[in-house]
């Protein structure tokens, strides 16, 4: 690793202070931002550890119902803690990685890399949760911008995810054996306003919702709703794990999965 | 250089450290403690684990700045207070659960983690909580049979593999 200064703000004030320093980095758990300042892939000025930030962590309930999830927060609390209000993203949060990782790795981090094949995208954008900033809130439809990119600005910082409950909900996971990624992810959520599926680790552009399976499900929610719509194989990851085309099938069968589990 | 301080086995230790410094580098060369063993440097294979505040975290993956003023338990800290081995060491000699023993510090601290969180796991409640440990040499079989001992459930019926 080349060298930085650490920095660990107590406030979210301090944080952004210590972030306008150019090429000041925020630093989450740490589970992917480090093992690639071991392979030179970043080379900041400085890293802004934002785990000993109080209000950046822990779950709660807020006014209008929805859960709460701190920026900082760690799967494993995420996966205890968001158990009884919204068991569909604390199963999801309880099967990242591995017990070591989650208990380093936050929320906050995993949305603000935006790897295509990391498990959190699928469940924000799948239950339409807000990104809420240290300037703004943004919904989780204009969060994600493709592979690793997002609608934050530079030292911008994830605060807090907003998360509304949904009347159903569950995420079936394809696992990477090996990484432990998702070589496919759904994400179902059944809302009053009608079903979201929001897909993972498939996609050459990141996470994104499944529109015609939406449509379908909306109409009738059961797995067999969707047996006559399919993804198509363009655009799907291709690499040593599967094809595309193994890739767009997979979208339809976790798809499945996950509304029968919901 | 930057002073942290933390404690580690009990004991409250301090260094210089610079930004970049590793916990696992801190431990084992700052303090001397290398049984904390570094495989894949990578945050999977886990030889690494140290518990962090009561939690098993991936040393190589954690800097040392991050964790000051932590309560830190390795491997060395895991005998018992008159040196014997404490209950899951002694399990894993038992039951053979490794053979180069490379891995094993790490094995140890993720299975004494698990064991307090779940103090009676069944079989795949092992496998599962041990995905983030990765051993070459046993196949794993005598590893889990190892926890599950220390649990104190019977394994006599676990055939050997």
Redesign the interface.
């Given at each position: 690793?080349?060298?930085?200064?650490?920095e660990?703000p107590k406030t979210v004030a301090e944080a952004v202070e210590a972030l306008s320093r150019e090429d000041a980095m925020a630093?989450g758990g740490?589970?992917t931002l480090?093992?690639s300042?071991?392979q030179h892939l970043a080379a900041p000025s400085?890293?802004v550890?934002l785990?000993g930030i109080a209000e950046m962590r822990g779950v709660c309930t807020g006014t209008d119902g929805a859960l709460c999830v701190g920026g900082a927060t760690p799967h494993?609390v995420v996966a205890t803690e968001a158990a009884a209000k919204y068991p569909a993203l604390a199963a999801l949060a309880g099967n990242i990685?591995?017990?070591?990782?989650r208990?380093?790795g936050t929320i906050g981090g995993s949305l603000a890399n935006n790897d295509p094949a990391a498990d959190y995208p699928a469940a924000v954008l799948g239950s339409g949760a807000t990104i809420v900033t240290n300037t703004r809130s943004i919904a989780a439809d204009d969060f994600f911008e493709g592979l690793f990119t997002t609608a934050l600005e530079p030292g911008e910082i994830i605060v807090e995810v907003r998360f509304p409950i949904p009347q159903r909900a569950a995420y079936a996971k394809f696992q990477q054996p090996a990484?432990?990624f998702a070589l496919t992810g759904v994400f179902v959520a059944k809302t009053a306003n009608g079903v979201r599926v929001a897909v993972t680790g498939a996609s050459e552009n990141g996470v994104f919702r499944w529109s015609e399976a939406e449509a379908a499900l909306s109409a009738d929610f059961s797995a067999e709703a969707i047996e006559g719509v399919s993804v198509p194989a363009e655009g799907m990851v291709g690499d040593l794990h599967g094809t595309p085309a193994y890739r767009a099938n997979l979208v339809k069968v976790m798809t499945q999965r996950a509304v029968r589990a919901a | 250089m930057t002073k942290v301080t933390m404690t580690v086995n009990g004991r409250a230790v301090s260094g210089e450290v610079e930004g970049r410094t590793l916990l696992s580098a801190f431990l084992r060369e700052g303090l001397g403690l290398t049984g904390t063993h570094v495989g894949c440097d990578t945050s999977q294979c886990g030889a690494c684990v140290v518990h962090v505040d009561g939690q098993p975290v991936k040393s190589c993956t954690v800097f040392a700045s991050d964790v000051e003023g932590a309560s830190v338990t390795t491997i060395e800290g895991m005998a018992n207070p008159d040196g014997t081995l404490g209950r899951v060491q002694q399990a894993f000699q038992d039951h053979h659960g490794l053979q180069c023993g490379f891995c094993t510090p790490g094995m140890v601290m993720s299975a004494a983690a698990l064991l307090a969180e779940n103090p009676k796991p069944t079989e795949a409640d092992v496998r599962h909580y041990l995905e983030g440990n990765i051993c070459r040499c046993t196949g794993y079989h005598n590893i889990v049979k190892a926890v599950l001992a220390a649990s104190g459930q019977d394994v006599s019926g676990l055939a050997a593999e």
């Open positions: 690793m080349y060298a930085f200064d650490f660990k630093l740490g589970q480090i093992p300042l071991k400085a890293l550890s785990t494993a990685g591995d017990p070591a990782v208990n380093r990484s432990r | -």
